[in-house]
């Protein structure tokens, strides 16, 4: 079965941050860094930056670094 939530932006940015604070998922975190790199809008920027870096695998972000 597959449920569609819709989730207000301002909360969508929590979600982000929970789920990738609290679990090391080297699929998710990549999929949010993709997201960040093709983001439209300064806004998702921003939410997906916040939620890449709530990381606790600091070795992956070591990796991205410019």
Same mark, same amino acid.
């Given at each position: 079965?597959?449920?569609?939530? !819709?989730?207000?932006? #301002?909360? +969508?940015?929590?979600? $982000?941050?929970?789920? +990738? !604070? *609290? #679990? @090391? *998922?080297?699929? @998710?975190?990549?999929?949010?860094?993709? /997201? $960040?790199?093709? %983001?439209? !809008?300064? &806004?998702? &920027?921003?939410? %997906? +930056?916040?939620?890449?870096? !709530?990381? *606790? *695998?600091? @070795?992956? +972000?070591?990796?991205?670094? /410019?």
């Amino acid at each position: 079965m597959f449920f569609v939530f !819709s989730i207000g932006a #301002d909360f +969508l940015s929590t979600v $982000y941050i929970c789920h +990738l !604070s *609290n #679990d @090391d *998922n080297e699929t @998710d975190w990549e999929m949010m860094y993709n /997201y $960040y790199k093709t %983001a439209i !809008s300064p &806004q998702e &920027q921003t939410r %997906a +930056l916040v939620a890449i870096s !709530s990381t *606790n *695998n600091k @070795d992956r +972000l070591n990796r991205y670094e /410019y």
